[in-house]
C-alpha cells in the first residue's frame, strides 16, 4: 500500500459521523452474528474462514446464512494446533476463496449491519487489518456489540462456571454444533443472544 493510500484509508471505527447524532439506528438495522477462525493467534496469521448469521430486529429471525473458506497464502507459517483445532485440510480448503474475494463478499452482505460477536474484539480485529490492507470501505456500520459482554452483565452474579461460550450454553441449555466451524459458532452467538433477549432485560 502506498503512503497515499495509507493516508486515505480510515479504519473501521473512524468512519463515525462528524456531526454528533444521538441516534445512530443501532436498534433498527439488521444484525450481522459474526465468527472468524485463523491460522493461529498472532497477528501475522489469516483469516481462513468466515460465517454469519443475518438476523431482522423486526422479528428476530434469520434472514441468511453465509459461509466461506479463504485460501491462505502463508500455511507454510501457520499454528499446527490452530489448524488443527478448526480442522483445516487441503481437501476441505480446495475450493476456497482468495482473501479479497470473500472479504468484498462479506462487505455485501453485512452492507449496512451491525456486527455482533463472542468476545468480538479479536474477530473485528482481524476485519481492520484485513479490510485496511486490502484497500475495501467497510459497509457495515462502525458500531459493533459484544455477546460476551451482554452475557457478563446478564448473569455476573448467578450460578454461571464461566462466560467462554461453551459455559454460557451449557448454563442456558443450548446446543452446539462443530465447535470452531465459523458459521456454527455465528449460529450459538446468535442463540446466546436470543436467550438474553427473551429471558432476561438486558435491553
Known amino acids: 500500500m502506498s503512503p497515499n493510500n495509507l493516508k486515505k484509508q480510515r479504519h473501521i471505527l473512524h468512519r463515525r459521523p462528524k456531526n454528533y447524532r444521538s441516534d445512530t439506528g443501532l436498534n433498527k438495522r439488521k444484525l450481522v452474528f459474526v465468527d472468524l477462525e485463523f491460522s493461529g493467534l498472532e497477528l501475522s496469521h489469516e483469516v481462513i474462514e468466515i460465517g454469519c448469521v443475518v438476523v431482522d430486529q423486526n422479528d428476530w ?3 441468511k446464512e453465509w459461509t466461506v473458506k479463504i485460501k491462505p497464502n502463508g500455511i507454510e507459517s501457520a499454528d499446527l ?5 478448526i480442522g483445516y485440510s487441503k481437501k476441505k480448503w480446495a475450493d476456497a476463496m482468495p482473501l479479497k474475494e ?3 463478499a462479506f462487505n ?3 452492507k449496512g449491519g ?4 463472542y468476545n468480538v474484539a479479536w474477530d473485528f480485529l482481524f476485519l481492520e487489518k484485513s479490510f485496511f490492507e486490502l484497500e475495501i470501505k467497510p459497509s457495515f456500520h462502525w458500531q459493533i456489540l459484544d455477546v460476551m459482554s451482554m452475557v457478563f452483565g446478564r448473569f455476573y452474579k448467578q450460578a454461571i462456571k464461566g462466560f467462554r461460550m461453551k459455559e454460557v450454553e451449557s448454563f442456558l441449555n443450548i446446543k ?3 465447535w470452531h466451524n465459523a458459521l456454527d459458532d455465528a449460529r450459538a452467538t446468535y442463540e446466546i443472544f436470543l436467550k438474553l433477549f427473551k429471558n432476561g432485560k438486558t435491553f
Open 61 to 63: 429471525k434469520i434472514k
Open 176 to 178: 452446539h454444533g462443530t
Open 102 to 104: 470473500a472479504m468484498l
Open 114 to 117: 451491525v456486527l455482533i460477536g
Open 81 to 85: 494446533n490452530a489448524l488443527k483445532i
Open 108 to 110: 455485501k452482505i453485512a
